[in-house]
């Protein structure tokens, strides 16, 4: 166990925490941040990122990841590339555990963010990387002028759909269902858009190749009819999984594992621990959102220890 008792542990190093670390290392709190072994978080698989302002010319997301976590260190953050493996959050000072190492904190700030969920097929898998991604944004670019089709019903989908056809030939979106999930807005246009076309009731099953993706087989859901077709380019976007395993039965979460913040702060259910991010957010999912609910953290935190000092 270490002998010292940390004012605020961070754990998650995406936008969100790094937000977080600048303004409390800012205010003297000396932040510790726990950054995970994937570190920067999903801006890490972007390349150019054009939405996050300040950048008049794009910058990739690992560049920006990597500015932020030195304007995070000239503060004084501390940082710590490893995984927390358990937490104790029921009474204080608050315990984490990194393998056999225990840290004691006043308070903690999450922000472990969300990974992409994955269909589950053993083809999915091998070929991730090869031709199946999770993110239109960072890898659309590569299938200029091919065939690429995309999974999911909902807003995500369809905005990647209407972003893959500035490169792709055909788009074919795949929905397991008649009818989107997705807003009525998002769905008109990739219904009025000629490049994208839809399968509607129709699973993915296979996809096929070896080096690379050449083709998929899907099947219809309700005639069982299956079919294989030519493909460059498989994109999932069912959706995102928080990356809250480690808070079950500690911390209050929503019913498919978001953590919940009160209203328009990021106190989580126990007071002394917030949640900045995409681990509390599946609604605008953006860097520039994480970043400012990371600062909101830092912010809650700072006048939490200033209410139990007075
Ligand atoms: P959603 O959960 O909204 O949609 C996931 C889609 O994937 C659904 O259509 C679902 O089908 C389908 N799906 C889930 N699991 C499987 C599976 N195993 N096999 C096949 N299909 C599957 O996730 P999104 O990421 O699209 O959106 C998350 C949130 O973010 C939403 O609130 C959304 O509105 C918001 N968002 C808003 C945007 C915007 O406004 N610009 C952009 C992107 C996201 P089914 O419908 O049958 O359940």
Known sequence: MKSVIENVIIIGSGPAGLTAAIYSARANLNPLMIEGEEIGGQLMT??????????????????????????????????????VTKVDFSSRPFKIWVGQDLYQTRAVIITTGASAKYLGLPSE???????????ATCDG????????????????????????????????????RDEFRASKIMTDRVLKNPKIEVLWDTALVEVVGDKTVTAIKVENVKTHEKKEMPMNGVFIAIGHKPNTELFKGQLA?????????????????????????????????????????GCMAAMDCERFFEKEEN
Do not use: W
């Open 46 to 83: 972007t390349t150019d990122v054009e939405n996050y302002p300040g950048f008049a010319e794009a910058i990739t997301g690992p560049e920006l990841m990597t500015e932020v976590k030195k304007q995070a260190a000239r503060f004084g953050t501390r940082f710590l590339p490893k995984n």
């Open 125 to 135: 898998k091998r070929l991730l990387g090869h031709g199946v991604s999770a993110c």
């Open 141 to 176: 670019g590569f299938f200029k002028n091919q065939d690429v089709a995309i999974i999911g019903g909902g807003d995500t989908a369809m905005e990647e759909a209407i972003f893959l056809t500035r490169f792709a030939k055909k788009v074919l979106v795949i929905h397991r």
């Open 253 to 293: 979460m929503n019913e498919v594992g978001y953590l919940i913040t009160n209203g328009r702060s990021t106190y989580t259910s126990v007071p002394g621990v917030f949640a900045a991010g995409d681990v509390q957010d599946n609604m605008y999912r953006q860097a520039i959102t994480a970043a400012g609910t």
